[in-house]
T-cell receptor, first 114, second 113 residues
Framework: GENVEQHPSTLSVQEGDSAVIKCTYS??????FPWYKQELGKRPQLIID?????GEKKDQRIAVTLNKTAKHFSLHITETQPEDSAVYFC?????????????FGPGTRLSVLP | DSGVTQTPKHLITATGQRVTLRCSPR?????VYWYQQSLDQGLQFLIQ???????AKGNILERFSAQQFPDLHSELNLSSLELGDSALYFC????????????FGSGTQLSVL
């Protein structure tokens, strides 16, 4: 089955700096890659996603890049703010006809220091 | 608010007991997913239903079972509970069963004492 690895497990950056979180996946059939943000005690919320026919997607300060050949994708947050502090999860899904089996990475705890 | 409703929010029970967690998906969503999140751990996929039928299965224990009813709400049944079953259980929903954004509920915090 699919296996998703995520690095680093913890990341501390100064406010205003950029943060990069990287994920690798194992199943070449995976074709949908979302990123979720989970604040302490809250539900995971989708912040950006990318499909395998796209190499990069950007939404304001957040961007995601995908390298299908290398089977890795990354989340880039620019001009970080204290409210970006949270745990970020990447996920991969093959979405084959029998159903969608999202596999999440172990998460990255991002701390933005003021 | 994601529109996904989970009840109860908190559940405290003893080892060996059985509990039922309930989830109502967003209006219009036909697919429901269950995830388990242990303390400081990631999201472990348990099971997915689409329009009443099981569509995908993850690392769900045999002591756990789930179903989706005709009104699309879903229940996750956990039996013969063990201390290690203590976790936050999330339900999520999506419109279609494949490659679709998930919307998560607030979760049910289960504590097995």
């Amino acid at each position: 089955g699919e296996n998703v690895e995520q690095h680093p497990s913890t990341l501390s950056v100064q406010e205003g700096d950029s943060a990069v979180i990287k994920c690798t996946y194992s199943d070449s059939a995976s074709n949908y890659f979302p990123w979720y943000k989970q604040e302490l005690g809250k539900r995971p919320q989708l912040i950006i996603d990318i499909r395998s026919n796209v190499g990069e997607k950007k939404d304001q300060r957040i961007a995601v890049t995908l390298n299908k050949t290398a089977k890795h994708f990354s989340l880039h947050i620019t001009e970080t703010q204290p409210e970006d502090s949270a745990v970020y999860f990447c996920a991969a899904s093959s979405g084959e006809h029998y159903g969608q089996n999202f596999v999440f990475g172990p998460g990255t705890r991002l701390s933005v220091l003021p | 608010d994601s529109g996904v409703t989970q009840t109860p929010k908190h559940l405290i029970t003893a080892t060996g007991q059985r509990v039922t967690l309930r989830c109502s998906p967003r209006s219009g969503d036909l697919s429901v997913y269950w995830y388990q999140q242990s303390l400081d751990q990631g999201l472990q996929f348990l099971i997915q239903y689409y329009n009443g039928e099981e569509r995908a299965k993850g690392n769900i224990l045999e002591r756990f079972s789930a179903q989706q009813f005709p009104d699309l709400h879903s229940e996750l049944n956990l039996s013969s509970l063990e201390l290690g079953d203590s976790a936050l259980y999330f339900c999520a929903s999506s419109v279609t069963p494949t490659n679709e954004k998930l919307f998560f509920g607030s979760g049910t915090q289960l504590s097995v004492l």
